[in-house]
């Protein structure tokens, strides 16, 4: 099968990427290790901050996010990485045992200029809850070799 | 001793959080929860990326950010949380046995209208590596209990 390259990638495009589900000893051990801050580790510590509730951090959307990203949309592809993130917006709290998607839609897809071989994809990302809640949105932008790159 | 608040981050402050060091085994278990790229995963592969070797994802170099700004910075403060990030770039690979930094500036404070017990606090992060490689550019706001709200 070949893989899926810049040119699979046109302006429009929609992809609906999961679901994944997290629990709360998820949420907690992430926090633990990487954004210890009593919200994401404590109900109690939760409840009384703006987050209304024990919430996973951010940071653990975004990387749920891309394995999501990386299962579903990457592999056998032509990916050649990111150079970064245009923005994140954390809209509502990731809440344990949630079952989360993402709608990967591609917002502008062009050529390189200076290396042909590549393409540059933006996408925007919006990840929901089983209800529905609109949890984050990101837009980010990757690079991806051209068929032609893959079969010279 | 009191909680760092709002009015301690002042325009122009920097703190240098870290080092953290961050190994080969950390690198490749991060990536095979949340990001198996194989440059994330394989020796080789990183190679024959544009990575020109094993490198860390790009998430990796955040939630390791993350990490040091929630131990160095946030623990003791009124923080309440951030709305999303600005900006993310990754400059340069993120490599096994990195001992990294970040520069935390603060480039702008306003109290919120809406809310004048809080402010908005916007801080650019810079990630050094032990070779002073700058690795990532990371700008975002967050949201701080001025000082009369928490002694309040």
Chains 1, 2 share one sequence.
């Not at 099968?1 to 992809?15: C, I, N, Q, S, Y």
């Not at 925007?124 to 893959?150: K, L, N, W």
Request: glycine content about 8%; charged content about 25%; proline content about 7%.
């Amino acid at each position: 099968m070949p893989k899926r390259a810049f040119e699979d990638f046109p302006p429009g495009l929609e992809l609906t990427l999961g679901p994944r589900h997290v629990t709360r000893d998820e949420i907690v051990a992430f926090a633990a290790e990487f954004d210890p801050q009593p919200m994401h580790l404590d109900e109690e510590a939760g409840r009384r901050s703006m987050l209304g509730g024990l919430a996973g951090s951010g940071w653990h959307t975004c990387c749920l996010m891309m394995r999501l990203i990386a299962d579903e949309m990457l592999a056998q592809s032509t990916s050649m990485g990111a150079p970064g993130v245009d923005e994140i917006k954390w809209i509502a709290p990731l809440r344990p045992d949630s079952d989360i998607t993402v709608r990967a839609t591609v917002t502008a897809a062009r050529r390189s200029r200076s290396r042909p071989e590549m393409g540059l994809v933006s996408f925007r990302y919006d990840v929901h809850d089983q209800h529905d809640t609109h949890i984050m949105a990101v837009t980010s932008t990757m690079m991806f070799g051209t068929r032609e790159s893959t079969t010279a």
